[in-house]
């Protein structure tokens, strides 16, 4: 027996560590080897670079970060995400209690979606970023077929699944003013394949040659002041918009341009540890805990999908008990790491869930004496003495409540400078009292969206701010990327209103978006999966 359990020890392969492997701009966080992890980081980090020697990012302080995980097939997909597709290839999220990407390294485009959503991320941080919605999704597919080798770099490389949708026939392509002018709804009369396929032309036709490129900054520049997407396309090409599709599907149909830049990258240092046992048995519940609100915020729709009021309930039904599997799961992960660090902040995390801040703050107690210089674990009790703040009918009481949330909040600042969440919780302190927007408060919301240019919601908060002291047109440059998301929301929604809104106020024309007829045509789970925007 002894020599069977040796042989099938020495034949079962060894069981990878989670890894964190840290660069110049990104965390990778990763059950896999070191070599893999590392390789992993110097490819990404690469990509970063190539970005910055085309679009040179001025910034006058150090930026944050970009986490991104390493999700093993569907099984992790799902710890991350229940519910998740298995063939998608991996997500990124920036509108919630952090700003994220997760890669499902098992699926062949697992990088094509990485560099996608990694432009998306970057573009945030670009001087002019208030780009029309199909150079959003166009700029991201354009860079997300590059090949990124420790010797070379290539890029504007075909992209098969969009070709297959283009060469479908010209009578299934959009209208070139629909394309320049819609976004993307699942009700609407184009698919998403259909959408990003377009984009995507679009974008490798003014790539192509200096005199279109030329074009398309001139036509940029135009909608970022406000003109109409479709006369400043005419105005900057010379061409009808129906004569602009017919150049884009001619180049498409011939041999693409491919570039093959001359630049030198330096090898990326890459820093590797090994995650504490604990920490790596929670990672994924962590990621959870910071992705769902204590108060369920209305649902994000995209303005045209209409549902019944059974699939709302039913769909209500299905959230409450995710919601109770997650706190379940966090309590019974912190029973089985007893006083470790990353046990409490989950289980904190959990009560607070369960509207029980009094026991997050009594978890979180050792974490947060006079010395402390956790910043996790004072953010995270300043959350908590905020929920008692909501909850305290004494206005005294809850302006006490929310002043020992501010000291907590000064230290872990302290602490980490970095985390957009800390400013934006101190901004949750000071709104609606009297006083509010002080230029404090003004600098407060600059630092965050400073920090996450990515953050609808920091965009949000700034934008409202500006609009209370009547800076309108500064509002307006704030909210612009926020309108212009190819993805209708709650936070899409907003942005408009509060853009027609400050337009009025200057006296300004204020622009009217029309929606996309309604038509029955979904987007595939296929498309969807390739997409995982």
Do not use: C
Not at 42 to 66: H, N, S, V
Not at 358 to 385: F, I, K, N, Y
Not at 407 to 421: C, E, I, N, Q, V
Not at 500 to 511: D, F, N, T
Request: charged content about 25%; cysteine-free; aromatic content about 10%.
């Amino acid at each position: 027996m002894a020599v069977t359990a040796l042989i099938l020890f020495a034949a079962a392969p060894a069981r990878a560590e989670w890894r964190k492997a840290e660069t110049a701009h990104f965390i990778v966080y990763g059950d896999t080897s070191e070599r893999d992890i590392r390789a992993f980081a110097q490819r990404i980090e690469r990509f970063d670079a190539f970005l910055r020697a085309y679009y040179p990012i001025e910034t006058e302080y150090e930026t944050p970060k970009l986490e991104i995980y390493l999700a093993e097939g569907s099984r992790d997909m799902n710890r991350v995400y229940p519910g998740i597709g298995g063939g998608v290839a991996g997500f990124y999220s920036s509108n919630s209690g952090r700003i994220y990407a997760v890669v499902n390294t098992t699926v062949v485009i697992g990088d094509v979606v990485l560099f996608h959503e990694y432009a998306h991320h970057f573009m945030f941080q670009m001087r002019s970023n208030a780009y029309p919605s199909w150079f959003v999704e166009g700029f991201a597919e354009y860079y997300a077929t590059a090949e990124v080798r420790p010797d070379r770099i290539q890029f504007g490389r075909h992209h098969p699944g969009r070709m297959d949708v283009l060469n479908l026939g010209a009578n299934s392509w959009a209208r070139m003013e629909d394309v320049l002018k819609w976004r993307y709804t699942p009700s609407g009369r184009y698919p998403a394949y259909l959408y990003y396929a377009q984009a995507w032309g679009m974008t490798h036709y003014f790539m192509s040659t200096p005199e279109r490129t030329r074009m398309l900054g001139q036509y940029l520049a135009a909608v970022v002041r406000g003109e109409d997407s479709v006369a400043a396309m005419q105005a900057a090409t010379g061409r009808t918009p129906e004569e602009l599709q017919n150049d884009v599907r001619r180049y498409l149909s011939g041999s693409i341009n491919i570039w093959t830049p001359q630049i030198t990258v330096p090898e990326p240092e890459v820093t590797i540890a090994t995650l504490p046992r604990a920490e790596a048995d929670m990672i994924w519940l962590d990621i959870r805990l910071d992705n769902i609100d204590v108060i369920e915020l209305p649902e994000e729709e995209d303005g045209q999908t209409r549902k019944s009021e059974a699939q709302k309930a039913r769909e209500a039904r299905e959230r409450a008990e995710m919601r109770a599997d997650l706190i379940r799961d966090a309590h019974a992960a912190a029973a089985r790491h007893p006083g470790d660090r990353m046990a409490r902040l989950v289980d904190a995390r959990a009560y607070r869930l369960s509207f029980d801040p009094a026991a997050a703050l009594t978890t979180l107690e050792p974490l947060v004496g006079s010395d402390s210089t956790d910043a996790d674990a004072l953010r995270v009790a300043a959350w908590a003495l905020l929920d008692q703040a909501g909850k305290e009918t004494d206005p005294e009481a809850a302006l006490r409540l929310k002043r020992r949330a501010s000291g907590f909040l000064a230290r872990s600042m302290d602490a980490d400078p970095m985390d957009f969440r800390t400013y934006l919780s101190l901004n949750d302190v000071r709104r609606g009292l009297a006083s509010y927007p002080t230029e404090n408060d003004f600098a407060t919301l600059q630092a965050a969206v400073g920090l996450a240019p990515q953050s609808f919601e920091a965009r949000l908060r700034l934008g409202e701010a500006l609009m209370s002291r009547g800076q309108n047109a500064e509002a307006v440059v704030i909210l612009l990327p926020v309108s212009n998301s190819p993805h209708r929301s709650i936070y899409t929604r907003r942005a408009r209103e509060m853009i027609a809104a400050a337009r009025q106020a200057q006296g300004l024309a204020v622009e009217t978006f029309e929606a996309p007829p309604e038509d029955q045509a979904e987007p595939s789970v296929e498309a969807e999966a390739a997409t995982a925007d």
